[in-house]
């Protein structure tokens, strides 16, 4: 999305890199604020959030992420738990998608997610009994073999056999009980005809016996029922030997999240609090807060030693134990999984976190900014109280000053502009202290700040919606300047992502909706708008010849020219210079051979995204195709990453970044963070500090080897010490890679190896070495 500044200078490989990734690796940075389940066995005790999960070694204290980066199939985690007997971790997901990790090793089961059931597939509740794993899913119950990993048994136990949503399972020894939308049904354990509806028979002695339950538990004293319901839960309970379902009182107006049931106890945390009875039901304790953290119980255990752990909507994962008493367990994380931009540069990412509809109307989304800085995760709550205005929504675009890095804007769809210093909002802009304008489509006064950028010389370029002065820089001297597009462009126009071009005085400015692209020549001279082109791009011939007027993406290369991304693919308007002359500029589609066809580049793609990184190749992300990387010229496909065939989140980009000083790309999904280690990065024009990683290489080690602090396009030649040819390459911007083999395919020999590196004139060169041990 931002236009890349590269700062040529040697200076950029003394950052020091944190939590480094081995090319060709991916990380997530996913949430564990909001944790959704909890379990315990052979002293590890396992916590999931709907994006991944994390567990606690409570011998070392040790804390372990495992997401789709690492081992998992997918994301969505609905539903956990482990049975220590068969060293087996089951997930369960949203989309009914399973995965077993048995002694550490993940195994995916697809089966429930790709069968033929309509509706609801979601697996809400995991009840081990008898060797098998009872899934309590969307639709009925699924009898899970997970020692053989396989599907056993589906219950379908509705009436005459239909669909039923089953949220909990327990059993007694004797019987089976589901908690489902239309009351408590049970069965006999015993049958094995349990796949027949008529073998399930309702709990008709219930107050209210066909409503919806939530969960339901049973020891040898008590039977425990959550009513649930839209406006307050209820909390049934009945003596095993006899007698009526009688109700606790003090469940009501709260919404109860989830029981744990032992002989001893009954733990029930509501929506902010916990509570805990006896063995006769009796009220023993309540708490609202635990290790300094607000209770917002999720699930609810008591591991086998007794300890109490709470997976927590806010807090991540809440300990109370006889060792260590009370403690909070969160691992380093964004403090949400929206993302709607992303910007970085070098070891700064921020994200803008908000957005707004399809048809762009406000969310009032509250999230606030977050950021990875130097690998730790910086929060900023929405601000209140600046400038008199109430707290921040609908955060839509983030840009980082490229002149100091702890400076960073964000665009509020509301609330106009935001200036943040080392992490701390310092000033939000709006009408009454620059010359942003308010909306002309709203009665109250909203500053519709929707896409921001910074040019090489650190103005800050960003686009005013739904105003008559579309476009403003803050200049980095200081003071604001305005720009209007009038008559082409009413005051009642949506205008969304700007690009400041690196030469050419041109500001580039998405028209959503259809209606193309806003171009300004602002010749130069700031501040004088009197000498000020602008012009509007369509789809007509000799007036830009864009696929489509839906524009979604613009991006300038390293070669100056312009990158759109349209709902029918990309285009490249490759003498942008040419735009206010006779001279022709429309826009050009590349024009690939694929299959022995010609063919338009990603003509059925909507491009979401375009980002370039140091090698000057094109990374695309797209509404639904993931993402592919492009040659330069973009006449190769290098690669393609979707959910299929990579720990991608969702084939749906919102936006890419890259970190250019290490090749780390960064994809913000509707399902989060995720990031890949490129094999491009950032270049220094004099080749003064070559870097090799890792360095020694040692004989367990057959990842990548990269080469850094080239210039860009390096000619790479590598030889043993005796002078004899073992490899050469070309640099993607300053980086090389090379497998460790020489031209016959064979593993080299320990030894020292030299790495000879040259521009692509040969005017400037370098000498590195690699030693390879035994």
Not at 229 to 252: C, R, S
Request: hydrophobic share 40%; net charge negative; proline share 3%.
């Amino acid at each position: 999305m931002k236009s890349i500044i590269l700062i040529l200078s040697s200076i950029a490989f003394t950052i020091q890199v944190r939590a480094q990734i081995p090319v060709g690796e991916w990380r997530d940075h996913l949430p564990f604020s909001a944790t959704i389940d909890v379990c315990s066995g052979d002293g590890i005790i396992y916590c999931a959030s709907p994006f991944s999960l994390f567990t606690y070694n409570t011998s070392d204290q040790s804390v372990e992420r495992l997401s789709k980066a690492n081992g998992l199939s997918d994301t969505g985690i609905s539903a956990i738990n482990y049975d220590a007997s068969k060293n087996t971790l089951v997930i369960g997901y949203e989309n009914g998608n399973i995965d077993l990790v048995v002694n550490g090793s993940p195994f995916n089961l697809a089966d429930i997610e790709r069968s033929s059931i309509l509706g609801n597939k979601s697996i809400n509740a995991i009840h081990f009994y008898g060797g098998y794993a009872y899934l309590a899913c969307g639709f009925g119950i699924v009898q899970l073999d997970y020692a053989n990993r396989e599907i056993k048994d589906t219950y379908f136990i509705g009436v005459n056999g239909a669909l039923l949503r089953v949220f909990d399972f327990d059993d007694d020894g004797q019987y089976f009980y589901a908690a489902t939308e239309e009351g408590i049904y049970k069965a006999e354990s015993s049958n094995p005809f349990l796949a027949n509806f008529i073998n399930w028979s309702k709990i008709t002695d219930l107050p209210e016996p066909a409503a919806a339950y939530s969960h339901f538990r049973v020891n040898s004293q008590w039977m425990i029922a959550v009513l649930d319901n839209d406006v307050t839960d209820k909390l049934y309970f009945k003596a095993i030997d006899g007698g009526n379902w009688a109700v606790k009182p003090e469940y009501d107006g709260s919404w109860i999240r989830d029981i744990h049931l032992t002989e001893d106890l009954l733990l029930v945390g509501s929506y902010d609090h916990l509570r805990k009875y006896n063995a006769n039901l009796e009220d023993i304790y309540i708490s609202y807060n635990l290790a300094s953290k607000d209770l917002r119980p999720e699930s609810i255990i008591l591991d086998e030693i007794g300890d109490l752990w709470i997976a927590n909507a806010e807090n991540g994962l809440i300990a109370s134990t006889a060792q260590k008493g009370d403690f909070n367990i969160m691992p380093a994380g964004p403090a949400h999984v929206n993302v709607r931009r992303i910007d970085a540069y070098n070891h700064n990412i921020w994200v803008a976190s908000g957005g707004v509809s399809q048809s762009w109307l406000n969310n009032f989304d509250k999230k606030g900014f977050y950021g990875l800085v130097n690998e730790n995760w910086k929060y900023i709550p929405s601000p209140s109280g600046i400038n008199s205005i109430g707290s921040v929504n609908d955060i839509m675009d983030v840009a980082i000053d490229p002149l100091n890095n702890d400076h960073v804007f964000f665009g509020s769809f509301e609330e106009g502009l935001i200036e943040v210093l080392n992490g701390n909002v310092i000033t939000i802009f709006n009408e009454s202290n620059s010359t942003i304008k308010s909306s002309n489509i709203h009665n109250d006064d909203r500053y519709m700040i929707s896409g921001l950028d910074f040019d090489a010389e650190g103005n800050l370029w960003f686009s005013n919606a739904y105003t008559s002065e579309h476009l403003h820089v803050k200049k980095a001297s200081g003071g604001f300047t305005s720009f209007s597009f009038e008559p082409n462009l009413s005051n009642t126009q949506l205008v969304s992502d700007v690009v400041a071009m690196r030469d050419y005085n041109q500001v580039w400015l998405i028209l959503p909706n259809g209606k193309g692209i806003a171009v300004l020549d602002h010749k130069g001279t700031i501040s004088n708008t009197n000498d000020d082109e602008f012009i509007i791009l369509s789809t007509e011939e000799g007036a830009g010849a864009l696929p489509s007027a839906d524009v979604y993406a613009i991006e300038e290369d390293l070669d100056g020219e312009i990158w759109v991304g349209t709902s029918q693919g990309p285009a490249v308007f490759y003498t942008p210079s040419s735009l206010f002359s006779d001279d022709n500029f429309d826009a050009q589609q590349i024009l690939i051979e694929q299959d022995g066809n010609i063919q338009l580049l990603l003509e059925t793609e909507l491009i979401t995204s375009i980002e370039i990184d140091g090698g000057n190749r094109k990374w695309i992300g797209t509404s639904s195709g993931g993402v592919f990387l492009m040659s330069p010229d973009g006449l190769e496909q290098l690669s393609r990453f979707t959910v299929d065939n990579s720990p991608l989140l969702s084939n749906s980009i919102n936006d890419i970044a890259i970190n250019q000083d290490n090749g780390e790309v960064y994809f913000s999904s509707d399902k989060g963070l995720i990031s890949f280690r490129g094999t491009a990065t950032n270049f220094d024009p004099e080749i003064e500090n070559i870097k090799v990683f890792p360095n020694p290489v040692r004989p367990e080690y057959s990842g990548v080897i990269t080469i850094d602090g080239l210039a860009y396009n390096s000619d790479i030649k590598i030889t043993d010490v005796s002078g004899n040819f073992v490899f050469e390459t070309r640099s993607n911007g300053g980086r090389a890679t090379w497998n460790g083999q020489d031209y016959n395919g064979q593993r080299v020999a320990t030894g020292i190896y030299l790495v000879f590196a040259t521009t692509l004139d040969g005017e400037v060169g370098n000498v590195g070495k690699i030693a390879f041990v035994q």
